[in-house]
């Protein structure tokens, strides 16, 4: 079993920046693949970026000019970076690791970020 923690959200003005992480715990050297998603109300979630245990990174289109994730591997942590933020950018952003022993799909409970003056 792999756990999640989100932290790091919060209220921010249009223009800010956010530091979201995810902290994991369990049987953390089963997983491979971490990353972050959003869903805002009424709307499907919605992928962001990933990042592999070597450092390989992906990017949605929509967050890839001013969004960077990153990996503490020593504190079992995953970062997303986000700068430049918009009020459309208003929603849950949730963490997601993929074991890849048995390729279960871990969710954490998710950490609130408003974009608004």
């Known amino acids: 079993q792999v756990q999640l923690v989100e932290s790091g959200g919060g209220l921010v003005q249009p223009g800010g920046s956010l530091r979201l992480s995810c902290a994991a715990s369990?049987?953390?050297?089963?997983?491979?693949?971490m990353g972050w998603y959003r869903q805002a109300p009424g709307k499907q979630r919605e992928f962001l970026a990933t990042?592999?245990?070597?450092?390989?990174?992906i990017y949605a289109n929509s967050v890839k000019d001013r969004s960077t994730i990153s990996r503490d591997n020593a504190k079992n942590t995953v970062y997303l970076q986000m700068d430049s933020l918009k009020p459309e950018d208003t929603a849950v952003y949730y963490c997601?690791?993929?074991?890849?022993?048995?390729?279960?799909?871990?969710w954490g409970q998710g950490t609130q970020v408003t974009v608004s003056s």
């Open positions: 990042i592999t245990t070597g450092g390989t990174t």
């Open positions: 369990g049987n953390i050297f089963s997983i491979n693949v």
């Open positions: 997601n690791a993929v074991s890849g022993s048995s390729r279960a799909n871990y």
